[in-house]
């Protein structure tokens, strides 16, 4: 471990681990080799050739000597497996015996359980999602990949369509924002009185729960960022044929896939869009995000 020097900013890390994951970590393995740390990673795809990369078949190996270890977002997608992309999979258990108990473990969206299985082996243990800088920051990434969606699978254009938002948290936020920079007509389900004001003030429209129903043969578009079933059969069946849902709440998400397909409305759950659309800002971001926690720690 590097302690901080003179003037409080922590010195450069020598070595650091990266596992599992997809196109972020691969592109977080090249940042921080091109600022000169080695890398050993276990289950990354390296795409970019480097003396400072390493990448090695045993995790046990691949955690030898490193300063912090950096895990996938999400850590997991099936509570049993550190998530890889791409490579055989990896268990948590196989994992976390595998890490040294001094050294910090980062990682994103780690469900309690295995935060508490984490705890048990006494790993020190960051979930970048915790932080608001890196939350905000994803929710970007996030944002872009929702309309990016939306202009390929529409018919339309999003300028001077209707756009309905569930949720008014920080995707739903930026989402909706950059919606109505485009031209469209943007409608906010929220709950908070003070939601309603937000929104309001940014010249967009509130839509409370209770009347979704009334509303629901309108919008060209329905983005949801929430992880609840907000839209279930009971309201599907009044979306028009040609409205355009994508669902971007994490697992099990808030649509009624089973619903959408029945009555033939085309509906999209897109994960995971920071990794698809804009690896490496949302690597940035990572990197970033660690940062200032090392720094909060004077590691």
């Not at 490579?87 to 295995?114: C, H, Q, T, W």
């Not at 908070?192 to 979704?212: C, F, V």
């Not at 979306?239 to 649509?255: E, F, N």
Request: some cysteine; overall charge neutral; glycine content about 8%.
């Amino acid at each position: 471990m590097k302690l901080v020097t003179g003037g409080g900013f922590p010195m450069s890390l020598k070595r650091i681990a990266v596992v599992g994951g997809d196109k972020r970590l691969s592109e977080l393995a090249a940042l921080y080799a091109s600022d000169g740390t080695y890398v050993s990673t276990y289950g990354v795809h390296v795409s970019k050739e480097s003396d400072f990369i390493f990448s090695f078949p045993s995790i046990t190996d691949a955690l030898q000597d490193v300063n912090i270890c950096i895990g996938p977002i999400p850590f997991s997608k099936d509570g049993k497996n550190i998530f890889i992309e791409s490579g055989k999979p990896l268990l948590i258990d196989e994992f976390l015996n595998a890490i040294p108990k001094n050294i910090p473990l980062f990682a994103g969206s780690i469900s309690a359980d295995v935060h508490n299985k984490i705890d048990e082996y006494g790993i020190r243990i960051f979930d970048l999602m915790d932080r608001e800088e890196f939350a905000v920051l994803n929710a970007i990434a996030t944002a872009e990949g929702t309309v990016e969606i939306a202009l390929r699978e529409m018919p339309i254009t999003i300028n001077e369509s209707l756009c309905l938002v569930l949720g008014y948290g920080r995707i739903g936020r930026i989402v909706s924002s950059l919606l109505k920079s485009m031209g469209a007509n943007v409608w906010v389900e929220a709950r908070k009185p003070s939601d309603y004001a937000w929104i309001r003030a940014r010249g967009m429209n509130t839509l409370p729960l209770s009347q979704l129903q009334n509303f629901m043969t309108y919008p060209d578009l329905i983005i949801n960022t929430v992880p609840a079933k907000i839209l279930d059969g009971n309201l599907i069946r009044y979306i028009h044929k040609d409205t355009l849902i994508i669902d971007i709440a994490s697992a099990p998400g808030g649509v009624d896939f089973a619903a959408c397909k029945q009555y033939g409305i085309k509906a999209i759950h897109a994960l995971g869009l920071p990794g698809k659309i804009a690896p490496r800002s949302a690597a940035t971001y990572i990197k970033d995000t660690i940062k200032n926690i090392l720094y909060e720690l004077n590691f």
